[in-house]
């Protein structure tokens, strides 16, 4: 009913930059927290950035002033502009959306396939 795509990973060199997009499609409602979550080999999938319905932002301490999120409510789309970038940075980051579906009064997380972020010489 609802799919999330992700889109815009790769490899980039240290200091570079790399804009993330996901997509939200299907049968959707309405789309109130979005966020990008990012998971490291042998590591917890941590949160790294969220953006509020109406645009308030939240970022984990390691990326502020590197990353930004933003959202295009219109295109049920979400950004990640990450510069700057690190090796530590080096994850799949996955996308999260709070949706509520057409006919229904529920909020569910849908998350999507995620995409690979490389950041090395």
């Known amino acids: 009913q609802v799919q999330l795509v992700e889109s815009g990973g790769g490899l980039v060199q240290p200091g570079g930059s790399l804009r993330l997009s996901c997509a939200a499609s299907?049968?959707?409602?309405?789309?109130?927290?979005m966020g990008w979550y990012r998971q490291a080999p042998g590591k917890q999938r941590e949160l790294v950035a969220s953006?509020?319905?109406?645009?308030?932002?939240n970022y984990a301490d390691s990326v502020k002033g590197r990353f930004t999120i933003s959202r295009d409510n219109a295109k049920n789309t979400v950004y990640l502009q990450m510069n700057s970038l690190k090796p530590e940075d080096t994850a799949v980051y996955y996308c999260?959306?709070?949706?509520?579906?057409?006919?229904?009064?529920?909020?569910?997380?849908?998350w999507g396939q995620g995409t690979q972020v490389t950041v090395s010489s």
């Open positions: 953006i509020s319905s109406a645009g308030t932002q």
């Open positions: 299907g049968s959707i409602f309405s789309i109130n927290v």
């Open positions: 999260k959306a709070a949706i509520r579906t057409s006919g229904s009064w529920y909020w569910i997380d849908y």
